[in-house]
């Protein structure tokens, strides 16, 4: 089993810029692939960015690349997502999620190949 527990959301104005972090703990080192996933009422849960951890490389969605890095540092279980130029269309509840498998890169971002799931922060970006 593995935990995962995102922090720190909040509400800025456009062009601002917020961290998010997500701690793991438990089996994290089965993990191959973890992400930033958001979903914005009455819309689909979306990858926003992947990170392979046992790598390096990193994934972003074209709506997020040259805006958001994704990184992690491994002694301290933690995934980062550095958010900036923030826009309203950002908006969203943000999850992070892990994946114990061995992924093709054109699915790093499909919410079915990731085993574990964090509870949510908020975004919210005001115009």
């Known amino acids: 089993q593995v935990q995962l527990v995102e922090s720190g959301g909040g509400s800025v104005q456009a062009g601002g810029s917020l961290r998010l972090s997500c701690v793991a703990s438990?089996?994290?080192?089965?993990?191959?692939?973890m992400g930033w996933f958001r979903q914005a009422p009455g819309k689909e849960r979306e990858g926003v960015a992947a990170?392979?951890?046992?790598?390096?490389?990193?994934y972003y969605a074209d709506s997020v690349k040259g805006r958001f890095t994704i990184s992690q540092d491994n002694a301290k279980n933690t995934l980062y997502l550095q958010m900036n130029s923030l826009k309203p269309e950002d908006t969203a509840m943000y999850y992070c999620?892990?994946?114990?498998?061995?992924?093709?890169?054109?699915?790093?971002?499909?919410?079915?190949?990731?085993?574990?799931w964090g509870q949510g922060t908020q975004v919210t970006v005001s115009s």
């Open positions: 438990g089996y994290t080192y089965s993990s191959y692939y």
């Open positions: 999620a892990s994946a114990h498998k061995r992924l093709w890169v054109w699915s790093v971002f499909s919410p079915n190949e990731y085993n574990y």
């Open positions: 990170i392979y951890t046992r790598g390096g490389d990193t």
